[in-house]
């Protein structure tokens, strides 16, 4: 999003969200924040309706990551509740992907357990059989010698 688009949407001059991001650059790392070139100012005015944005000396252009980091610097109350919601909206995601590891870990642990015991329950039938059959191996059909009646 553009600078001015966002200020208005904090709730602030643009001028003022500029010099906010200007006194704290180090958290505006390039995947945060760029500006544009004087060319690739004029061709977004060609598709943005704004007559302000096309004679403008400086845009700023923000990531996601930018928007947010704007929440953490700015200090109107807009940007402060915007700020206060991204922390929470993280903590939420934070609790859902570790409950989906503790949970993926139970199921591994589960089905380690019931491998296991499967083995041990067919073990345990196969000796019940080998017993009932008076401790003799199966014998396949085999075929009789000689006459029969």
Do not use: C, W
């Not at 010099?19 to 005015?45: H, T, Y």
């Not at 009932?132 to 059909?141: A, C, F, V």
């Amino acid at each position: 999003m553009i600078d001015r688009d966002l200020a208005e949407f904090y709730g602030v001059k643009t001028g003022a969200l500029n010099q906010a991001v200007k006194r704290n650059r180090e958290r505006f790392p390039g995947d945060f924040m760029f500006s544009l070139r004087r060319e690739e100012i004029k061709n977004l005015s060609q598709f943005v309706i704004s007559s302000k944005i096309k004679h403008a000396p400086n845009v700023n252009v923000f990531t996601e990551h930018g928007i947010a980091m704007l929440s953490s610097v700015l200090k109107n109350k807009k940007a402060i509740q915007i700020n206060i919601a991204i922390m929470r909206v993280f903590v939420i995601v934070s609790r859902i992907i570790n409950s989906s590891k503790d949970l993926a870990e139970k199921i591994n642990e589960l089905e380690k357990k019931y491998d296991s015991h499967d083995k041990k329950i067919k073990d345990i039938f196969s000796a019940l059989h080998f017993l009932i059959k008076g401790g003799k191996k199966e014998e396949k059909n085999k075929e009789e010698i000689g006459f029969t009646l």
